[in-house]
């Protein structure tokens, strides 16, 4: 059985990564979560690749796929690796452009069933008060104001379209995300309850 994936996407601090982990509290999949695969990359000694994401992560811009490809599917292989069961991945944060997309078919299309998008759609603001908040603590070198206006134009710009494209597919569960914790999981439960 192919692995089963589950695409989430949603702006910065749309509240992708605190769903994620209550869904796997209930539902038994796996997170990757694209960004924190990045940033351990990047804090990994001798990564080739930590000054560029490191880089790409402050200026809100999206790293060349082959990298963030790579680091997802070594992250499947050894979750499946160390229980062949595990075949129910949460992908979150990505694809989140053209080249994210080309790169995911090319590589992983014959490899991995999208089941569906899920997206956490909020306002912009909230979003920004969201990072902002937890930039407090986060030690996170985007939680700050330049990085997060360019987090967001890249989301609307690039991420949009993509979410627009599997829309097209029948593929997009969209939920109100601008809403409490539990109030948004409410929703991401009916979802889950259906599909899986
Ligand atoms: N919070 C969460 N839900 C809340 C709610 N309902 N009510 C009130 N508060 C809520 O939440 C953010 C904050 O809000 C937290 O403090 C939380 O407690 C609170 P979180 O669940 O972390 O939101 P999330 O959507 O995961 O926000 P995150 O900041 O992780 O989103 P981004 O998409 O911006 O960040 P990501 O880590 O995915 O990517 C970072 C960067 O990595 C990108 O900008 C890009 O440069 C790079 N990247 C790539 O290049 N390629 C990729 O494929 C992925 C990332
Ligand atoms: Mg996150």
Redesign the pocket.
Known sequence: MKPQVVFVL???????????AKIVENYGYTHL????L??EERNRKGSEAGQL?DH??K?????PVEI?IGLLSTAMDKTMKEDENKIRFLI?????NED?LQGWTKVMDDKADVKFVLF?NCSNEV?IN??L??GKS?G?T??NKESLEK?IQ??LQSTRPIIDLYEKQGKVRMIN?????D??FADVKLIFDKEC
């Open positions: 949603g702006g910065p601090g749309a509240g992708k990564g605190t769903q994620c979560s694209a960004g924190d990045l940033r994401i790409y992560i200026e809100g811009k999206i790293v963030t979150d944060g990505f694809p989140r994210n956490f979003c969201r990072c908040e937890r986060s996170r985007d939680d987090r890249t989301y995300a601008s809403r409490s914790v109030e948004v």
